[in-house]
T-cell receptor, first 115, second 114 residues
């Protein structure tokens, strides 16, 4: 089974802090994604990466950055956390190519509260 | 722009009943994939069912089936003989062939009552 592990289930941070959310997958997937989940808005893509050191902005990248130094790990960084970044953050991974069927596999999520 | 719309924020049915969740999408592409994902309370999201747009036959996975109407750009999920474990948020999602990003709907919170 594919395993996508997010380092924290719950985080509480203060406004202005630098926050790191970590995600690790064990299936050698090329693609990794960070989403933000808010009630009534579904999942919105923040950033994704299709290879080590490669990244692309999603729909809501403002206030976030990412790092992918190793294939299995994709980090989401909030440079200066703000209260409007309080949300559930989901990491996902997938493999490109037809056999993979475009299926994404998700971590359990990190619920971040910024006070 | 590609969009996915789930018009039912919440639904509630009794155990063993059949329930249908609605999803519409908008795209100008002809080759694409549609997905239903399930997110149980406090647990991670998992794939329920997947449909390829070029296939006319509706996908089925045990008690879960879809009604795919390509011309109407509609992709509803039917859950038969609903069980308490089906209680979850359900997300409809879309991506076109060659793209890796998914576009998600707003989600439907489904509650199965005993």
């Amino acid at each position: 089974d594919v395993k996508v592990t997010q380092s924290s289930r719950y985080l509480v941070k203060r406004t202005g802090e630098k926050v790191f959310l970590e995600c690790v997958q064990d299936m050698d997937h090329e693609n990794m994604f960070w989403y933000r989940q808010d009630p009534g808005l579904g999942l919105r893509l923040i950033y994704f990466s299709y290879d080590v050191k490669m990244k692309e902005k999603g729909d809501i990248p403002e206030g976030y950055s990412v790092s992918r130094e190793k294939k299995e790990r994709f980090s989401l960084i909030l440079e200066s956390a703000s209260t409007n970044q309080t949300s559930m953050y989901l990491c996902a991974s997938s493999s490109p190519g037809q056999l993979a069927k475009n299926i994404q596999y998700f971590g359990a999520g990190t619920r971040l509260s910024v006070l | 722009a590609q969009t996915v719309t789930q018009s039912q924020p919440e639904m509630s049915v009794q155990e063993a009943e059949t329930v249908t969740l609605s999803c519409t999408y908008d795209t100008s592409e002809s080759n694409y994939y549609l997905f239903w994902y399930k997110q149980p309370p406090s647990r991670q999201m998992i794939l329920v069912i997947r449909q390829e747009a070029y296939k006319q036959q509706n996908a089925t996975e045990n008690r879960f089936s879809v009604n795919f109407q390509k011309a109407a750009k509609s992709f509803s999920l039917k859950i038969s003989d609903s069980q308490l474990g089906d209680t979850a948020m359900y997300f409809c999602a879309f991506n076109h062939q060659g793209a890796q990003k998914l576009v998600f709907g707003q989600g439907t919170r489904l509650t199965i009552n005993p």
